[in-house]
């Protein structure tokens, strides 16, 4: 089981820390991801940590204002927002698999998903 939270309402240009915590499984073990899901458009990978080295992978529009991180005793991975934008308003949602194979292009990707937390930015 995934539980995400940390969404919220914040102003342009400000930040956001959102948390993934693992229930049942390990998840220093595997890949976990960050997709989002904008009204009327199709769900995006934004980021991914792989489990074993912990190399970690951003979409074009998550590059440099975004960060994936885990934190091992709290069996938890965060994705930190920086310098946020109304296009990033979207239900975020975490997901972890076996490998970092395919997210981000493989829609069947992910074998667990979260309940997913808003975010969202407006002035």
């Known amino acids: 089981q995934l539980v995400e939270s940390g969404g919220g309402l914040v102003q342009p240009g400000g930040s956001l820390r959102l948390s993934c915590r693992g229930s049942g499984f390990r998840l220093e073990n595997v890949a976990v991801a960050w997709y989002r899901q904008a009204p009327g458009k199709e769900r995006e990978g934004v980021s991914c940590?792989?489990?074993?080295?912990?190399?970690?992978y951003y979409a074009d529009s998550a590059k440099g204002r975004f960060t994936i991180s885990r934190d091992n005793a709290r069996n938890t991975v965060y994705l930190q927002m920086n310098s946020l934008k109304p296009e990033d308003s979207a239900v975020y949602y975490c997901?972890?698999?076996?490998?970092?194979?395919?997210?981000?292009?493989?829609?069947?990707?992910?074998?667990?998903w979260g309940q997913g937390t808003q975010v969202t930015v407006s002035s």
């Open positions: 940590i792989s489990g074993i080295g912990g190399g970690a």
């Open positions: 997901a972890a698999a076996e490998s970092v194979m395919g997210w981000g292009v493989d829609v069947g990707w992910g074998d667990y």
